[in-house]
């Protein structure tokens, strides 16, 4: 039999409803593994082993008194940007590097009271701020499959976790592809559901007009049974929206494909892409054209502007939302000595404005201070209109542009990245722009809001490979529909790294 | 699109940063190529387009305005993580002169 940590939510939480395993089994098996190899892996930047046996004990209590539910008692991780009461959360940057929250987030409380425990916090790109992880102010997070190169990012930690078996499911965020690019280099499933379905309140914002929370899981089923207990209206996220979120699979419909017809988007096919990724694509749609599903060729000819529309968009908000770290309510601060032979406070640098300037020129890492700077430059007078304003045009046109084509066909597919996961260090690593350029297939669904998911569909050269899925507005369900079937016909979710 | 020393420095003060000069010379170089990319959205024609600052269609969600309380030992963590304080205030320096 598997260890209890390599189990799906959903083959868990059959045997904790027959009473076979408990949630402390579960929950110390998951910590066992933590310790075995997150020393290599990284995967973590904080492990509340003591809380999280309470909050299984607990868990098993509930479930004894005649409650029940697919989460109830099932261990996770969240993204180290994600707020939770009484435990770390540093968004991985120096400037937060003690801050402890005094509220959770909507999702947290959710998952608090649906039973799920929580083990952790894991790592990612400062802030949330890269592709890779490496941006951390604390460490890359190494990849599973191979220990040399990155995870993907920014969930890099969460998706390692999940691979790895640490955990049955983590939470991310994902602004422009933060969960399903490294659910794709971790060959794990990754959600990231239309904007507004799921509350931002208790995120560390980052880009607030495309930032929204989902799972990382290690099966399509069990990501729609997570998000099924995330979603829905928040009144502190006044940008979540009142919708149905029904789970399609509870249901025997699920397995029709054959009234289906998907989207290939030709500008997400392009000479750029690796032979590997092109080929395990390929295979990909031949496997659902078996299961009755038709192709059509579309195109979004915009594509090729959603990374420069993203650039613009993102530091700008970024510029406005880390305004708040100041030095002053919380967070690293570097008020300086007050013995400083200076005459005036302003020349001993003890004024306000040296506070401020100092504590963020301390305590933000290198990507964050080029992404304020971005965002101020590009908001500040005079430049306005010829940035953000013109930015925010070109972003009406890739969104109208995809729900057009989405009204022809049921959803889209395309690879998740060009390649498989990089080396650290890597050219990217050095090169903001090639670092941005990797997001070229994330940034359409984030900038359009539509939900978008990554699969595990092959392997090149022994890493994985991911395919995306990208749906209607609040079409979560068409996605999972599609991603279940293809899993109930393929293997490639099983594979495991052999770490 | 190259920005000059001078346009960084004064790009940092707005964004109330203070940067090493070798950080200003490092940044400099990497926004301009970054600005350089973005350039080619001003190619595309957008007459008549609207810009999007939001994707969800919502209109004014209102709440009331209440005032909620906080049990005291959540507003005592919350106050806990501020650098300086002086019994329940947050201390800040001097702001006028």
């Not at chain 1, 939510?9 to 110390?28: D, F, N, P, R, W």
């Not at chain 1, 890359?140 to 969930?155: E, F, M, Q």
């Not at chain 2, 964004?15 to 070798?22: H, I, M, P, V």
């Amino acid at each position: 039999m598997k260890s209890l940590n390599q189990l799906t939510i959903k083959q868990a939480s059959q045997l904790l409803a027959k009473k076979e395993i408990t949630s402390v089994a579960l929950t110390e098996a998951c910590l066992k593994r933590i310790k075995e190899i997150d020393g290599k892996i990284k995967a973590c930047l904080t492990v509340c082993e003591k809380e999280a046996l309470a909050e299984a004990k607990k868990a098993d209590e509930r479930r004894a008194a005649g409650e029940s539910g697919d989460l109830l008692g099932i261990p996770y991780f969240a993204k180290d940007n994600i707020l939770t009461r009484g435990i770390k959360t540093t968004a991985a940057s120096k400037i937060l590097a003690n801050y402890i929250a005094p509220y959770d987030a909507t999702i947290i409380k959710k998952l608090k009271q649906a039973g799920a425990v929580l083990l952790g916090k894991t790592n990612l790109d400062e802030f949330a701020h890269g592709s890779s992880t490496e941006n951390s102010a604390f460490g890359p997070t190494h990849n599973p499959w191979d220990l040399t190169r990155v995870p993907g990012g920014s969930s890099g930690g969460s998706a390692a976790a999940v691979a790895s078996d640490m955990c049955l499911f983590a939470l991310g965020t994902d602004t422009c592809g933060s969960i399903r690019y490294p659910a794709g280099f971790c060959g794990i499933v990754g959600l990231k559901p239309t904007y507004g379905r799921s509350s931002r309140f208790g995120l560390i914002a980052m880009t607030s007009s495309t930032d929204v929370p989902g799972p990382l899981a290690k099966t399509v089923e069990d990501a729609a049974i997570v998000l099924s207990v995330i979603a829905g209206v928040d009144e502190n996220d006044a940008t979540t929206v009142n919708q149905p979120h029904p789970n399609p699979l509870l249901s025997k419909e699920r397995v029709n494909l054959k009234s289906m017809t998907i989207g290939l988007p030709k500008e997400y096919f392009t000479a750029g892409t690796d032979q590997g990724v092109t080929q395990a694509i390929e295979q990909a749609v031949a496997t659902l054209k078996k299961l009755g599903v038709k192709f059509k060729s579309v195109s979004l000819p915009h594509t090729k502007y959603a990374i420069p529309v993203y650039y613009i968009i993102t530091p700008s908000e970024i510029s406005s939302n880390l305004a708040r770290f100041d030095g002053i309510k919380y967070g690293l601060s570097a008020a300086p000595s007050l013995t400083s032979p200076a005459r005036t406070s302003r020349e001993r640098g003890n004024d306000l404005m040296s506070v401020y300037t100092r504590s963020r020129g301390k305590g933000f890492g290198p990507e964050a201070k080029r992404r304020i700077m971005l965002g101020t430059y590009a908001l500040s007078a005079g430049y306005y209109d010829a940035y953000y304003l013109q930015a925010q045009k070109v972003r009406t046109q890739i969104k109208q542009e995809m729900d057009k084509v989405l009204q022809e066909v049921d959803c889209l597919l395309t690879p998740t990245a060009p390649h498989v996961a990089f080396k650290i260090g890597a050219p990217q690593s050095a090169d903001p722009l090639k670092m941005y350029l990797e997001d070229i297939f994330m940034a359409g669904a984030s900038l359009s809001g539509l939900p978008a998911m990554s699969i595990p569909c092959g392997f090149d050269n022994g890493l994985p490979v991911g395919m995306q899925l990208i749906g209607r507005r609040f079409d979560e369900a068409m996605l999972f529909r599609v991603g279940w079937a293809y899993e109930a016909t393929t293997r490639w979710h099983l594979e495991k790294p052999g770490i | 699109m190259s920005l000059s020393q001078e346009e960084v420095k004064h790009i940092a003060e707005l964004a109330r940063l203070e940067l090493t000069d070798q950080e200003l010379e490092k940044y400099g170089g990497q926004l301009s190529a970054v600005l350089d990319y973005i350039d080619q959205l001003k190619e595309v024609d957008v007459e008549g387009v609207a810009p999007t600052a939001q994707v969800t269609g919502l209109e004014n969600i209102w709440r009331e305005d209440e005032i909620k309380s906080w049990p005291q030992h959540l507003v005592e963590a919350a106050l806990s993580d501020a650098p300086a304080k002086e019994g329940r205030f947050i201390k800040v320096k001097r702001v006028i002169e």
